[in-house]
């Protein structure tokens, strides 16, 4: 008793960093506050958008076959060990790489400028999704009439008009839904050069997202686990309440149909498996260092293998439900107005914000299931964007943990950050936004940089730090060891899956347009490969930094720096001994996560 004593009393005591006093790094409050946060931080506007349109497109239920196959080879492996890492390590997506290869910081500094990057482009989306929300509050919804002031003479309401042609076309057809869109809430220019005005309504909306963003992540850990229980579980209700009603409609059959009718011809084309790979990457919210955050604030004897394994599934097994939802609504559609439903069905923002608000519009109480679509979208993205803020939160704590935890600095730090990002972000919601937006999406958050990423990290974990030694690690943690499958796959497999895809994505290098017509500017190009670069150029940065201030031969030098720092699990076991023994004092059980 009286050590138990001693015990509690230390572990009152702050954590002393030089002459500064340290608060403790949080933790969890339970075990479903890190399941939804992941949970949120995965399932996104890509599951509803962009997972059911490809599987459409490359072949139905063929699909699956790439899908499933780099999902196993590339998306669980990569996802255990980033989560592992976190929680071994218990620290954010900077700290964790210097523990275990100080060498390859550089990983770290490159996911965090990656995330930065893309909270900036990302939130966009969720201003004109607050647009149309506050529109679905009207009498009659404004894109399903012709009678506004931004219409021109040849607008024409789709409910009525009944053709073969393709209107869906973005650029050519004038319906009242495409008007609104591309009138009223972009009000898009003829290119990234002509940059015009800012739209005032979509900055109030941004400014909006970003303060309900700063309150969610204000103070760290608690406050994240905590807006996880609503931002996290309401989309799956909405969700659901969406494909029932999606059952119902006339159609729907017709269009679920379409979505998995397997087409094996179509696993001959290289550029599906392409997709599949590019699918599981961009879904997954790998290489970014989210899953290493949310993963540090677990407690040391967390099973984050079986966790992973759970979160992987959960993850696809939506995109393969909001398929139903969408593509249910999607053979309503082309019932009724009499066009086959490869016209209807889009990809990305054509399928949120030009084909859903139509279909909404052939609905019984259109404002109710337009309110109900858009409300989904908002928070499917918040989670995920806020989960990206407290990463990058996390890595400066990490860092910098006397100088930000004291007093209200950190508030003040993520207050900075949010003002920078919004500020920089009012050119998105210009009315050459949607062009800058574009290659935000192109160049930073897919393609190349991720891949690079995979790499690096499989290669690290696998080869330097040792793939056995890190599978030791996490039988340390949880009792045993993971799959041998798993372990070959951060050694042989998913490097080489991964630099095939890189390979070929550069074989097959097209220079992006905008809706398949416009040609950017050469300097909008360098614009994006400036932003695709400005990441990975931190890993050779930090690499020779690190070999410049070594000491001995340079063989030395990265033999040093290649060898983990300390052994990380030895204060998160201390601690959680010491939490666990405070527990027993206060009378309460050990409620360690198992």
Not at 402 to 412: D, F, K, P, T
Not at 424 to 431: N, T, Y
Request: net charge positive; proline share 4%.
């Amino acid at each position: 008793m009286r050590m138990a004593d001693s015990l509690c009393r230390l572990r009152c005591l702050p954590a002393q960093t030089g002459s500064q006093t340290v608060k403790e790094r949080g933790k969890w409050g339970s075990k479903k506050e890190f399941i939804l946060s992941v949970a949120g931080a995965l399932i996104g506007l890509g599951n509803i958008w962009r997972f059911p349109y490809l599987c459409y497109k490359n072949g139905g239920g063929a699909f699956f076959v790439p899908y499933i196959l780099f999902l196993v080879t590339c998306g669980i492996p990569l996802f255990i060990l980033e989560t592992a890492l976190g929680q071994y390590t218990s620290r954010g997506g900077i700290m964790c790489w210097r523990k275990v290869c100080p060498l390859f910081e550089g990983i770290g500094y490159a996911s965090q400028i990656i995330i930065f990057y893309g909270s900036i482009s990302y939130i966009v989306i969720l201003a004109w999704a607050f647009l149309y929300l506050f529109s679905s509050f009207s009498g009659e919804l404004p894109w399903a009439t012709c009678n506004n002031t931004w219409n021109t003479d040849s607008c024409v309401v789709l409910n009525n008009y009944n053709a073969t042609a393709n209107w869906t076309s973005l650029m050519n057809a004038s319906s009242s839904v495409i008007e609104f869109w591309q009138r009223r809430v972009l009000n898009i220019s003829t290119g990234i050069e002509a940059l015009g005005n800012i739209r005032w309504e979509l900055s109030l909306c941004l400014l909006l997202a970003w303060i309900i963003c700063y309150f969610c992540v204000w103070k760290g850990v608690k406050s994240t686990g905590k807006a996880s229980y609503f931002t996290a579980t309401f989309p799956f209700i909405m969700l659901a309440v969406l494909f029932l009603r999606g059952l119902t409609l006339p159609g729907a059959l017709h269009g679920i149909k379409y979505y998995l009718y397997p087409n094996p011809a179509r696993l001959a084309d290289p550029q599906v498996w392409m997709d599949a790979g590019t699918q599981i990457f961009y879904s997954y919210a790998i290489c970014l260092g989210c899953l290493t955050t949310l993963g540090s604030y677990n407690k040391y004897n967390n099973n984050c293998y079986r966790d992973s394994f759970y979160l992987c599934l959960f993850n696809s097994g939506t995109s393969f439900i909001s398929g139903f939802a969408i593509f249910s609504v999607l053979g309503y559609m082309s019932q009724k107005q009499g066009v086959d439903i490869s016209a209807v069905a889009e990809s990305g923002p054509g399928l949120v914000f030009i084909v859903y608000p139509q279909a909404v519009t052939l609905l019984p109480w259109p404002q109710f299931w337009s309110a109900c679509f858009f409300t989904m979208i908002i928070l499917l993205g918040i989670d995920s964007q806020f989960v990206g803020l407290e990463s990058i939160m996390t890595s400066l704590t990490d860092i910098y943990p006397s100088q930000i935890q004291r007093g209200c600095r950190r508030e003040l730090l993520l207050m900075l950050i949010c003002a920078f990002s919004y500020v920089f972000g009012l050119l998105m919601v210009s009315e050459a936004g949607v062009y800058i937006l574009q290659i935000f999406d192109h160049y930073v958050c897919s393609g190349p940089a991720i891949l690079l990423m995979a790499i690096f990290q499989s290669v690290i974990i696998g080869w330097i730090y040792g793939a056995e030694r890190f599978c030791n690690n996490i039988e340390d943690m949880i009792g045993y060891k993971p799959l041998s499958l798993i372990k070959y796959c951060w050694l042989y497999v998913t490097p080489l899956v991964c630099s095939g895809t890189l390979v070929f994505l550069l074989l097959k290098y097209t220079p992006m347009r905008f809706n398949k017509s416009y040609v950017y500017p050469w300097w909008a190009y360098c614009i994006g490969w400036f932003l695709a670069s400005s990441s990975i150029i931190m890993i050779p940065v930090t690499m020779i930094w690190k070999l410049a201030k070594g000491k001995g031969t340079l063989w030395q030098r990265l033999k040093t720096s290649s060898l983990p720092a300390e052994d990380p699990p030895v204060m998160a076991k201390e601690m959680s001994s010491i939490s666990a023994t405070l527990h027993v004092c206060r009378g309460g059980k050990n409620d360690n996560i198992q």
